[in-house]
């Protein structure tokens, strides 16, 4: 049983646009969530993350939403660089347990 | 400078042998994790320890075995009992949820692993 679901497995974009990575979840005991960014053969790099105490966390091009109701959290990268093609890792956790469940991961291809 | 070492990189053992992969960090983190990525399932838990000493299982800890008796190392065993021990093997490492705060996880290079 997944309880943490990106849908879709690939996303292509065009270099300058908008890119947006959507995340669902299931565990409503989930109360922070992240985002890591994957090369091959290398390890993640967390990227940002937000707290279920926010709906919005911005850092540079990249802005994480989290819709608490819907349980659905999403990544807007902009604008998209060529430098972003990598494997998107959403994760979340409960605050008593330091435990990551993660997603399946969204591979981005940006297109110069 | 601060990070966690994974090695070696690429790893080749034959079926029926137990192999160690070892985890290292110097980051002062409480907490370690094993995962392993397979095309097209991202990253599962294996085991994760929270403090030195003790560890507890994730979601695929059949065939696999861990120890943490010092905080900076966390080395992961493949047994024979793995069924499918082919794979790309993470290790991680965070600060612990005894010490508060937002609880990143930092990941390693990780460690191919090819079982023949």
């Known amino acids: 049983d997944q309880q943490v679901k990106q849908n879709s497995p690939s996303l292509s974009v065009q270099e300058g646009r908008i890119s947006i990575l959507n995340c669902d979840y299931t565990?409503?005991?989930?109360?922070?969530f992240l985002w890591y960014k994957k090369y091959p053969a290398e390890g993640p790099t967390f990227l940002i993350s937000i707290s279920s105490i926010k709906d919005k966390n911005e850092d540079g091009r990249f802005t994480v939403f989290l819709n608490k109701s819907a349980k659905h959290l999403s990544l807007h990268i902009v604008p998209s660089q060529p430098g972003d093609s990598a494997v998107y890792f959403c994760?979340?956790?409960?605050?008593?347990?330091?435990?990551?469940?993660f997603g399946k991961g969204i591979t981005l291809s940006v297109r110069p | 400078d601060g990070g966690i070492t994974q090695s070696p990189k690429y790893l080749f053992r034959k079926e029926g042998q137990n192999v160690t992969l070892s985890c290292e960090q110097n980051?002062?983190?409480?907490?370690m994790y094993w995962y392993r990525q397979d095309p097209g399932q991202g990253l599962r838990l294996i085991y994760y320890s929270q403090i030195v000493n003790d560890f507890q299982k994730g979601d695929i800890a059949e065939g696999y075995s861990v120890s943490r008796e010092k905080k900076e190392s966390f080395p992961l065993t493949v047994t024979s009992a793995q069924k499918n021990p082919t794979a790309f093997y993470l290790c991680?490492?965070?600060?612990?949820?005894?010490?508060?705060?937002?609880?990143?996880?930092?990941f390693g290079p990780g460690t191919r692993l090819t079982v023949l």
């Open positions: 994760a979340a956790r409960s605050d008593w347990n330091s435990k990551l469940t």
């Open positions: 991680a490492s965070s600060i612990g949820i005894l010490a508060g705060g937002d609880n990143e996880q930092f």
């Open positions: 980051l002062n983190h409480d907490a």
């Open positions: 565990n409503s005991m989930f109360d922070y």
